[in-house]
């Protein structure tokens, strides 16, 4: 039997981003999904000298490097764009997770990392809709199937014992993390 990590998700993402960001320059970014209201990488992205950009299906105001449009087909962005492609809480609202790995792969600069965060346990919030849930295995196979990235780490963190966010009963919540490398 595998051995399963538990951990806190936002500290292994730290980790990984400043090992990454005190042995390069000039990185660049890349945050999917960055919601004004819920952008998670803001206080991290402020204490290091990166080139971030959003990316999101809806304009982002109050981030100025932002691009409108849908990870799932993202011709605009060329190939190895960017050192750090991240996500947190989007992969369960995309109807095609297995098309988004690709282009997060594809746009993803060779050495650099996708870092991705969802629920494995979590109650349904539909924005705009609620498809998917994923296990540590489930991300490591989208990501890797072209053979082109190899898992740094994965594992999950528990967030139980909050308030239902749609008044559900639904309050075992688990997220899991997946961090890969492009070779």
Known sequence: M?????LD???????????????????DFLEIGAHP????????????????????????????????????SCPEIPDE???IVYSHNVFEHI?????????CVRITKGGGLNIHIAP????????????F???HTG???????????EEIISGYQDVSKRKSINKQIWLDNWLVLYVGRKK
């Open 37 to 72: 209201k819920v952008a998670h990488t803001s206080k991290l992205v402020k204490e290091i000298d990166v080139k971030y950009t959003n990316m999101d299906i809806e304009p982002a105001t109050n981030i100025p490097e932002s691009i409108v449009g849908n990870i799932c």
């Open 95 to 103: 109807k095609t997770p297995w098309i988004a790995a690709e282009e």
């Open 9 to 27: 998700v936002c500290d292994v993402v730290r980790e990984y981003v400043l090992e990454y960001y005190n042995s390069h320059t000039n990185i």
């Open 139 to 149: 991300f490591k196979s989208m990501f890797e199937i072209s053979g082109s990235v």
């Open 133 to 135: 849930r994923y296990t």
């Open 81 to 83: 764009s960017y050192d």
């Open 120 to 131: 494995f346990s979590y109650e349904y919030h539909a924005y705009p809709v609620d498809c």
């Open 2 to 6: 595998e051995n399963i990590k538990l």
